[in-house]
C-alpha cells in the first residue's frame, strides 16, 4: 500500500505529531514498508483455525491452596511507629 500525503495528514492528526516537511518522503517510503510487511499476513490460510485467547493451556497441576502461618505482618509492624492489632495507627487527620 502506497501512503499518500493525505494519509499522512491523517495520521499525524490521529496520532497528535507533526512530521518535518524535509523527512515527509523518508516517513512515507518507511510506512508504506511497513504496510506492505503486515499486509503479507493476509496471504497465510487460517480456514479451520480457532483464534487463541492465551498461548497457555490450564489443563496444568494445580498447587493445593494451604493456609500457612507468617510473620510477615509482625516484622513489618514492629518498624511502625504506632500499630493497633494488625494495622498501621495514624493520626486522624479529616474531622
Given at each position: 500500500m ?5 494519509m499522512?495528514?491523517k495520521?499525524?492528526k490521529l496520532?497528535?505529531l507533526?512530521?518535518?516537511a524535509?523527512?515527509r518522503?523518508e ?9 506492505g510487511?503486515?499486509?503479507i ?13 492465551s498461548?497457555?493451556k490450564?489443563?496444568g497441576p494445580l498447587r ?7 510473620e510477615?505482618i509482625?516484622?513489618?509492624?514492629k ?7 494488625n494495622?498501621?495507627e495514624?493520626p486522624?487527620?479529616?474531622?
Amino acid at each position: 500500500m502506497k501512503i499518500t500525503d493525505e494519509m499522512l495528514g491523517k495520521l499525524e492528526k490521529l496520532s497528535a505529531l507533526s512530521v518535518p516537511a524535509d523527512k515527509r518522503e523518508e516517513f512515507k517510503g518507511q510506512l508504506s514498508q511497513i504496510v506492505g510487511f503486515v499486509e503479507i499476513l493476509d496471504e497465510l490460510d487460517l480456514a479451520g483455525l480457532e483464534a487463541e485467547v492465551s498461548t497457555i493451556k490450564a489443563n496444568g497441576p494445580l498447587r493445593a491452596d494451604e493456609v500457612r502461618e507468617s510473620e510477615v505482618i509482625k516484622d513489618i509492624l514492629k518498624h511502625a511507629p504506632k500499630a493497633n492489632g494488625n494495622f498501621f495507627e495514624v493520626p486522624k487527620i479529616i474531622d
